[in-house]
T-cell receptor
Framework: EADIYQTPRYLVIGTGKKITLECSQT?????MYWYQQDPGMELHLIHY???????EKGDLSSESTVSRIRTEHFPLTLESARPSHTSQYLC????????????FGDGTRLSIL | QQPVQSPQAVILREGEDAVINCSSS?????VHWYRQKHGEAPVFLMI?????EQKGHEKISASFNEKKQQSSLYLTASQLSYSGTYFC?????????????FGEGTQLTVNP
């Protein structure tokens, strides 16, 4: 059973606010990922990390930033939210090694007014 | 580059079979299959690696054709619980298959 948690589950907030989406996993996985997914659409990788102090940008350009100070924690921050940031954000983690599945959190549905 | 999934949508009656395809223009190292129900997180089904395949579930299996750079997911004797959107995610050798690019998804509906 995957143990990866995202908070908040839903967030409705005004333009210009600073937002941090939390993601934590208790499985000791080194690899963690952030995806952006619009309703009914595919997942786009926006950030990933292969371990502490390691972060890389994904395939989809994003104005968000991430940090990885602890293995279990991979927060995503938007310094100034805009309506174009409205989407669902999914966090995932996987073990190191070839052919490891990714375990997803329940996601954060973000709506910027 | 994003893999291409087909069909985009399929409607079945309970007990019928379905095949979902995933094709890539790049050499594949690994293919992951996930199912996502509305409002929920994607759930891992199985992984296929270059040179082999893994069977994740009893009535859901998959194949991996390296030469054709494609994978197919087979759902047999479909159940109502199979409804959802199926995504393939492809990985490349440079990242040992861990960094995935997902297809647009195939929406599967199973009716009684």
């Amino acid at each position: 059973e995957a143990d990866i948690y995202q908070t908040p589950r839903y967030l409705v907030i005004g333009t210009g606010k600073k937002i941090t989406l939390e993601c934590s996993q208790t499985m000791g996985h080194d690899k963690m990922y952030w995806y952006q997914q619009d309703p009914g659409m595919e997942l786009h990788l926006i950030h990933y990390s292969y371990g502490v102090n390691s972060t890389e940008k994904g395939d989809l350009s994003s104005e968000s930033t991430v940090s990885r100070i602890r293995t279990e924690h991979f927060p995503l921050t938007l310094e100034s939210a805009r309506p174009s940031h409205t989407s669902q954000y999914l966090c995932a983690s996987s073990q190191t090694g070839t052919g490891q599945p990714q375990h997803f959190g329940d996601g954060t549905r973000l709506s910027i007014l | 580059q994003q893999p291409v999934q087909s069909p985009q949508a399929v409607i079945l009656r309970e007990g019928e079979d379905a095949v979902i395809n995933c094709s890539s223009s790049k050499a594949l190292y690994s293919v992951h299959w996930y199912r996502q129900k509305h409002g929920e997180a994607p759930v891992f089904l199985m992984i296929l690696l270059k040179g082999g395949e893994q069977k994740g579930h009893e009535k859901i299996s998959a194949s991996f054709n390296e030469k054709k750079q494609q994978s197919s997911l087979y759902l047999t004797a479909s159940q109502l619980s199979y409804s959802g959107t199926y995504f393939c995610g492809t990985g490349c050798r440079e990242t040992s298959g861990s960094r995935l690019t997902f297809g647009e998804g195939t929406q599967l509906t199973v009716n009684p």
